[in-house]
T-cell receptor, first 115, second 112 residues
Framework: SAVISQKPSRDICQRGTSLTIQCQVD?????MFWYRQQPGQSLTLIAT?????????ESGFVIDKFPISRPNLTFSTLTVSNMSPEDSSIYLC????????????FGEGSWLTVV | GNSVTQMEGPVTLSEEAFLTINCTYT??????LFWYVQYPGEGLQLLLK?????DKGSNKGFEATYRKETTSFHLEKGSVQVSDSAVYFC???????????FGTGTSLTVIP
């Protein structure tokens, strides 16, 4: 499976600021996914990021709040904009899908606390 | 619709006890089924998977069998260790897309 590295691993952010999370994969992948895991909750898909096209957002998530870049087949960023305490979550980058035996693999996550 | 229902936690067991975490699913078509594990302070790791009915996934002493007749994928381990303390997520993926559906997670604590 691919090795997925995320930065930052943890951060404490001020309300109203924005933070960009980076996801680097050690091999080229077609599909990259961004998930959110709120405290004590399960995972919710934010968006799917394909290289060379706009990200596809799930219901309840919008590009203005969570802009995503996918400049090449090994890298993606997720920005959490104008943060509020409700954005305190783990943000997880993942790769895989149909082309990987229908399996997705996760990075270590970025643990954000908004104060 | 598609969904995964997991046994509510938290679960607390003594070391060497038998573990079962129940997972049932609802899906259109024939999904693949997964168990992921999240150790404290870490991301999710794939624990095991099964892609068709009657398949058994196994890893690190954990097992789960894909039961189509009961739409279940229960996780079992014969003898748990303190190091198994984690949150376990059951998930399904449809074979017609990249959409994953996760259960709510079951927290397991193993005490010496």
């Amino acid at each position: 499976s691919a090795v997925i590295s995320q930065k930052p691993s943890r951060d404490i952010c001020q309300r109203g600021t924005s933070l960009t999370i980076q996801c680097q994969v050690d091999s080229q992948v077609t599909m990259m996914f961004w998930y959110r895991q709120q405290p004590g909750q399960s995972l919710t898909l934010i968006a799917t990021a394909n290289q060379g096209s706009e990200a596809t957002y799930e219901s309840g998530f919008v590009i203005d709040k969570f802009p995503i870049s996918r400049p090449n087949l090994t890298f993606s960023t997720l920005t959490v904009s104008n943060m509020s305490p409700e954005d305190s979550s783990i943000y997880l980058c993942s790769v895989g899908g149909q082309g990987s035996g229908n399996t997705i693999y996760f990075g270590e996550g970025s643990w954000l606390t908004v104060v | 619709g598609n969904s995964v229902t997991q046994m509510e936690g938290p679960v607390t067991l003594s070391e060497e006890a038998f573990l079962t975490i129940n997972c049932t699913y609802t899906a259109t078509g024939y999904p693949s089924l997964f168990w992921y594990v999240q150790y404290p302070g870490e991301g999710l790791q794939l624990l095991l998977k099964a892609t068709k009915a009657d398949d058994k996934g196994s890893n690190k002493g954990f097992e789960a069998t894909y039961r189509k007749e009961t739409t279940s994928f229960h996780l079992e381990k014969g003898s748990v260790q303190v190091s198994d303390s984690a949150v376990y997520f059951c998930a399904l993926a449809l074979n017609t897309g990249n959409q994953f559906y996760f259960g709510t997670g079951t927290s397991l604590t193993v005490i010496p």
